[in-house]
């Protein structure tokens, strides 16, 4: 690990804030994290505006406490899918890492993303590494004011849509959009509008790498993760070494030479300024620019492409990778099992939910004509987003006469109905204690929700008083 | 393509230790802030805090008292926590007791 001497941590603020100016590469894996970056920031500015029968297909709508999701619709009743979904992604992402890696870092993670989009955003304005290098030695000139206003404009600028984007996901858009235009913004969207925004400034345009090196703990949990036979972005010092210049044309070999030619170009593109050649690092977010960038020499000399390239620990020592350990197979079955559940339960789930509480006055009451009541008060919730009619009615059937009324419950309504169930003197005999409770949306059979609770009569209140203080 | 000058290296920025203690600080704070607002607010709905600020008068509650305002300041309250239980971590680290001089 390049953790600095106790000398390295000695510096001055003034030298922090000297800036890795990443030369910009170009290859294939270049041309992936560009595709990557554009999905991702498409989805992130896209969704929003996004429609669902009528509706934003995603919104994490706190104010009314409710999360649509497409054709879902998730309240706070549902947290465990919320949970469950938390705990999936984290073991995708254990599995990931030690399959490949901190691919994660290089492709996906929206620190590395927005990074991305604020250097291409400065390379636009202020050009390339030389450009931005000349540029920087004589500071205050009229062209230095000028691009670098106009690069604050763009950063402020993306740093704000950033901002809108990410509170549309928690109100409206549309609306949302309409408040901003006619300047009548809530006073908490402004507030989050402005607090993400700035953050999203100060992490792309100002920290950047320094979150992944000091405030993320992925980066250092990482290496937990990793084994022998983790693909990470590697030099193969067996090649290269030993490395250094050379004329062009002349057999390494007879020079005593590797295949390094020590141009250091895989130091200048790296983002956070390592040297790839001093081994696996923490600060390496496997980014693999510099893989682009040194292949791209060795075409350029004569070589074979690959001397820094994606591989294991055990394939650099010269030995067979093994892809089916047990730490991929455990990540790997756990993501299976888990995965499949949470979409069977995900599609048995029915978006209805019911409480059942007793009246606690009276156990029971004897009617007139000798059947005898019990009173129940049901509290059913409309997970849907429709509002249904909903039958209620007592299983097993045919013993118990249910005396409530269908009710109509909006979508997201919570309604509190009481219910009355009578057992005629006739059937008393066979009437069992245990019962369930049902409600059934009239419109939709399929849709119901049941609950066990107890009836009690004369005959049969044995234990009626120890329930009577619960 | 030759070899480079030194200076034209990229400068590998280092933070001094007090700003990398900051940084670790804020940012776990800030995780563990996000992971308690959300189990907080799943189990309790903020409106019964406006209800029983409004008492019955709906309207009366100040403007910034939402549903959102009180997740924001939720959040911000969990954040605070977090930063000064770490905050304290690493003064209780760094300043061990010294044995024997005591007062
Ligand atoms: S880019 Fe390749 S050849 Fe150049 S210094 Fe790096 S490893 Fe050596
Ligand atoms: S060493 Fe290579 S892969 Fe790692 S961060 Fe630097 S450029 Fe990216």
Redesign the interface.
Known sequence: MNDGTAGAEVVSLYETHRKVYPREVTGRFARLRTLAAFALLGIFYGLPWVQWSGRQAVLFDLPARKFHLFGLTLWPQDFLYLSWLLILAALTLFFVTAVAGRVWCGYACPQTVWTEAFLALERFVEGDRPQRLKLDRKPWTTEWVLRKSAKQFLWIGFAALTGFSFVAFFTPARELAGSVLSLQLGGWETFWILFYGFATYGNAGFLREQVCKYMCPYARFQSAMFDHDTLTVSYDPGRGEPRGARKRGIDPKAAGLGDCVDCTICVQVCPTGIDIRKGLQYECIDCAACVDACDDVMARVGYRPGLIRYATERELAGQKTRYFRPRVLVYGGLLLVLGIGFVISLTLRQPIGLDIIRDRNALYRVLPDGSVENVYSLRILNKDDQAHRYVIEAQPAGVFQVDAEPVEVSAGEVRAVPARLRVAPGDLARAPRDLVIAVRAADDPGLAAGHGTRFFAPELDDDAHEDEHD | ????AED??????????R??VA??I???SF?AACLGT?LTF??L?PQVIIDGVEGGEPGAAP??L????I??IGFFLFWAIGAVAGMLTDYLHEAPPSEGHGP
């Open positions: 393509m030759g070899p480079q034209d290296l990229p400068v590998v920025r280092r933070w001094p230790p700003m990398r940084a670790a804020g940012w776990s995780l959300l799943a189990a709905d403007w910034w939402t549903r959102t305002g997740y924001s």
